[in-house]
């Protein structure tokens, strides 16, 4: 089955303790990114991939650190989370050809993140 | 500032209506404007992709329009059931710089 993997779905963390959210894609898909998700604020952009070893900055990249080594995998690390980033995650993949067959995001299943 | 503006938090309407939700924008010139839907505690679902160059795109029951004049997309469900129910978002993409909307929570009301 076509699908974005995220891990954990649900994560309790104290503040300054380094922790890796896990995503991996399985569509060969060549972008990848990664979104919070805060009420009233919608997903908001926090980093992104074009593709191996390419990654940029997205609208709120403050206290966050992305790697892409391969391609199906693009990992969000918080070296010292902080209560501020208590939050839904999201991870999301594509091609990146908008007239690719298949063409549109696909997201992973969240990952629920609360930092104490 | 850039601003993407969905007309309102919540919409309800009855079953078998059609439901239209906007999508207002402003400081941003997208290349595309893509809906999706989200459903309680789990990720968007891509629903539709329309370019600055199209007018309109359709799929089953659902019609997107897209007026760059304007800077405004209009999302249309016809013949709407409960399991419409969910929200909407839209989202406006340049490039990789792809910017979603707070969402509009859509009840269809048997």
């Known amino acids: 089955e076509a699908q974005v993997t995220q891990n954990p779905r649900y994560l309790i963390t104290v503040t300054g303790k380094k922790l890796t959210v896990t995503c991996s894609q399985n569509?060969?898909?060549?972008?990848m990114s990664w979104y919070r998700q805060d009420p009233g604020l919608g997903l908001r952009q926090i980093y992104y991939?074009?593709?191996?070893?390419?990654?940029d900055k997205g609208d709120v990249p403050e206290g966050y650190k992305v790697s892409r080594k391969e391609k199906r995998n693009f990992p969000l690390i918080l070296e010292s989370p902080s209560p501020n980033q208590t939050s839904l995650y999201f991870c999301?993949?594509?091609?990146?050809?908008?007239?690719?067959?298949?063409?549109?995001?696909?997201f992973g299943s969240g990952t629920r993140l609360t930092v104490v | 500032s850039q601003k993407i503006e969905q007309n309102s938090e919540a919409l309800n309407i009855q079953e078998g209506k059609t439901a239209t939700l906007t999508c207002n924008y402003t400081?941003?010139?997208?290349?595309?404007l893509q809906w999706y839907r989200q459903d309680p505690g789990r990720g968007p679902v891509f629903l539709l992709l329309i370019r600055e160059n199209e007018k309109e795109k359709r799929k089953e029951r659902l019609k997107v329009t897209f007026d760059t004049t304007l800077k405004q997309s209009l999302f249309h469900i016809t013949a709407s059931q409960p399991a419409d129910s969910a929200t909407y978002l839209c989202a406006l993409d340049r490039a990789n710089d792809m910017r979603f909307g707070a969402g509009t929570r859509l009840t269809v009301k048997p």
């Open positions: 999301a993949s594509s091609f990146g050809d908008r007239d690719a067959v298949g063409y549109g995001y696909t």
């Open positions: 569509m060969n898909h060549e972008y």
């Open positions: 400081n941003y010139s997208p290349a595309y």
């Open positions: 991939s074009m593709n191996v070893e390419v990654t």
